[in-house]
């Protein structure tokens, strides 16, 4: 059983790097095998055949599919999604399509045992282009319910964890990540959620963070990874 992880897919637009001609690896894997996208999974937003295409064609992938929620997301239907209990933690699975699933915010998994922190959610600072209610929502940021049962979940494992996956980085991290980003100018402005992950490098014990958002691929340093169209093996 071998876990990798990778960055954005915005639906359709980055889904393609998950071939098997652009990642012959997959091919390889098994449904006991899992990738996780660092957000901005995007679909389904408009119910399109488009979409719908694509999502039967990753839910037919070898492999299972997770993930973090990022800022473009579709919130309305994420809110929908039906909500279970696996690997210790509380997830979303795609009724329609069962083997992609969404990594809640706050929670920590159990996942081959690798145990893994999911907190999803960054600020768009793209927002004064986008159309409230269509595509920017103010559930993108997580808000206090949800910082509050990520720290209480943190509690219960001792502060220590292998593995975070989230979106965005902390801000001690984001001026290495925005050196790597085609976007500076857009993405400079530490935000609340930055400042909270300021507080787990402070306090959590782990041995990887994993995150996306940024549009670039780079070891930033020996436990952080800005990913976008790389796909790794967790380590």
């Not at 055949?49 to 993930?67: A, G, I, M, V």
């Not at 929908?80 to 690997?87: A, I």
């Not at 793209?126 to 990520?150: H, I, L, N, S």
């Not at 014990?205 to 958002?213: D, K, P, S, T």
Request: glycine content about 8%; some cysteine; hydrophobic content about 35%.
């Amino acid at each position: 059983m071998a876990i990798w992880v990778t960055g954005d897919i915005h639906g359709s637009i980055d889904i393609k790097k998950l071939s098997y001609r652009r990642w012959p690896q997959g091919r390889e894997l098994t449904r006991c095998d899992k990738l996780i996208i660092c957000g901005d999974f995007g679909m389904p937003w408009d119910g399109s055949n488009e979409e719908k295409y694509w999502l039967t064609w990753l839910n037919d992938r070898p492999w299972t599919t997770l993930f973090v929620d990022g800022n473009h997301e579709c919130f309305p239907y994420l809110a929908d999604l039906p909500v279970s209990e696996r690997w210790g933690g509380r997830v979303q699975a795609y009724p329609d399509y069962p083997n992609i699933v969404h990594l809640m915010r706050g929670q920590v998994y159990d996942i081959d045992g690798a145990r893994i922190f999911a907190m999803g959610g960054a600020a768009s600072h793209d927002k004064q282009y986008r159309t409230p209610g269509w595509d920017w929502f103010c559930e993108e940021m997580p808000g206090a319910a949800e910082v509050a049962c990520a720290e209480e979940s943190l509690e219960a494992t001792g502060w220590q964890v292998d593995y975070v996956i989230s979106h965005c980085c902390s801000t001690r991290m984001l001026g290495a990540a925005l050196e790597r980003t085609p976007y500076p100018d857009g993405r400079a402005k530490p935000d609340a959620l930055n400042e909270w992950f300021d507080m787990l490098e402070d306090r959590l014990v782990y041995r990887r963070w994993y995150f996306g958002h940024y549009h670039a691929d780079a070891e930033l340093d020996c436990r952080h990874r800005l990913l976008y169209r790389d796909i790794v093996p967790v380590a």
